[in-house]
């Protein structure tokens, strides 16, 4: 579904991608995992193209996406939805809203239309009853399953999660896991860059491990945590785990 | 006092009040479109778009509001003869509105700068992962937050606008501050007639004041 070849990126003189390469297949649910700074969540950017890598090609159902080609780049992205880990929901906007904007200015639906989806998507992560609320007056485990409803809206065919639950207080890290795991359920390719390795192991059939820009190992995850083949991956998974 | 305080000369001093009122309104309007316009060329990547809307910020910060009016007044008709040949009356209300505008303007540009650039990025991102467009994002969630981060500062441009619409009593606009020196000249008294004309500008801008603080309440359901 997603390829990534040779993939690049520098901030300035950082080297913070190198020479990746992915491959993602349909219904996978791919953990991202490793040290901070290791070019996870940069990983994630570039691969929906928030950021721009500096050489490499990433393919979208066999599609290059060339940011040159606009009309066609913008088309590839639709299929993405992302997640931000600070959930990144319209200030301005309600809880309703933010999941109709862009049904209705992007995808053309008619206000009726949206609204229907909307309240289906956010039944779904259980906050139809907030419909009229504000963000700021939600929880953040509200606000990451609004985030997660809001993308669902745009039926994309994969889904990107950048640190979804790093920003949230402790007892609010399972409502938004359940949502996620009830999404890959139903099939959602998902890649997701965590620090819960619980998810990893239990919801994520594979695991990618970066460390500097590049990826260490690359394992199903039942193998990655019972019998991690690199040493760092095993010195990182007993910092990880205390016992 | 008692006899310049007679209903008369308070009606024609308060529909001065109106007119500066009605400047400083049209002024903060025109200003904010303006604003809106030069802010997006100083933040587009156009070198040319860039330069000339810090050059007309520059020039209008950087001269007295006093010489603007006068330039708009009596500059621009010369300029239009010179041009065209022909001889161009400019009607002192219009060309207020127009000197108050691009000055206002100036300074709009930089506050709707700095609240465009104070919000979130994450909003913007979230905009990009959407697929939404430039011009809704601008419209539906960039501006409406910039807007309301610049309530205070835009409140004290209103104000200022009130009092430096005064200005315009210099080209012969009857506004409050005209009005009371046509009524000091006429009692040979110039004491209460600009006494009354502080109360009311003082009045406008206490009032202007009250209802930003209100309007500020409201607007922060959404905090």
């Known amino acids: 579904m997603i390829k990534v070849e040779h993939l690049d990126k520098t901030f300035g003189s950082l080297k913070a991608l190198h020479d990746i390469n992915l491959q993602v297949n349909q219904g996978d649910i791919i953990s991202l995992i490793g040290p901070s700074g290791s070019g996870k969540s940069t990983l994630l950017r570039c691969i929906h193209g928030l950021e721009k890598a500096d050489s490499g090609n990433i393919y979208l159902n066999g599609e290059l996406m060339n940011p040159a080609d606009k009309a066609k780049y913008a088309e590839l992205r639709k299929k993405m939805g992302f997640v931000f880990q600070h959930f990144n929901l319209f200030n301005n906007k309600t809880v309703l809203e933010n999941c109709m904007l862009a049904q209705i200015t992007v995808a053309g639906k008619s206000p009726q239309d949206a609204e229907a989806t909307a309240m289906d998507y956010l039944e779904k992560v259980g906050l139809s009853d907030k419909r009229d609320a504000y963000p700021s007056k939600l929880s953040g485990g509200q606000k990451q399953r609004v985030a997660i409803a809001r993308a669902l809206c745009m039926h994309p065919e994969l889904m990107l999660f950048d640190e979804p639950t790093s920003a949230l207080d402790p007892e609010m890290i399972k409502e938004v896991l359940e949502v996620m795991k009830e999404l890959g359920r139903h099939g ?34 039942e193998e990655f945590f019972t019998n991690p083949q690199s040493d760092r991956a095993k010195d990182f998974l007993s910092k990880v785990f205390y016992d | 006092m008692l006899d310049i305080l007679n209903p008369e000369n308070l009606m024609f001093m308060l529909k001065g009040a109106g007119f500066s009122l009605l400047l400083a309104f049209g002024a903060i309007l025109f200003g904010c479109v303006i604003g809106v316009i030069m802010a997006a060329g100083k933040m587009s990547r156009s070198r040319l778009l860039n330069a000339l809307a810090s050059a007309y910020v520059e020039i209008f910060r950087g001269t007295p509001m006093l010489l603007q009016v006068l330039f708009f007044y009596l500059g621009v008709p010369v300029i239009y003869q010179r041009i065209t040949g022909v001889r161009m009356n400019a009607n002192p209300y219009i060309v207020g509105l127009l000197a108050l505008s691009f000055n206002s303007g100036a300074y709009q540009t930089e506050l709707i700068r700095s609240g465009i650039n104070g919000v979130d990025r994450g909003q913007w991102e979230a905009c ?20 309301k981060n610049i309530i205070p500062p835009l409140v004290s441009e209103f104000i200022m606008l009130i009092k430096d619409s005064s200005l315009i009593s210099s080209i012969g606009a009857l506004e409050l501050l005209y009005a009371a020196q046509v009524l000091g000249k006429k009692y040979y008294d110039y004491l209460d007639p600009l006494i009354i004309a502080a109360i009311i500008y003082l009045t406008l801008t206490l009032i202007t004041s009250w209802v930003a603080r209100r309007v500020e309440r409201r607007l922060s359901v959404s905090d």
Request: no cysteine; proline share 2%; net charge negative.
């Open chain 2, 128 to 147: 990009e992962t959407l697929g939404i467009g430039y011009a809704t994002m601008m419209k539906e969630i960039i501006l409406p937050q910039a807007f």
């Open chain 1, 188 to 221: 959602m390719t998902m890649i997701v860059v965590t620090h819960e390795m619980g998810f990893a192991r239990k919801v994520g059939n594979r695991v990618v491990f970066l460390e500097n820009g590049r990826i260490i190992e690359e394992n199903t995850s």
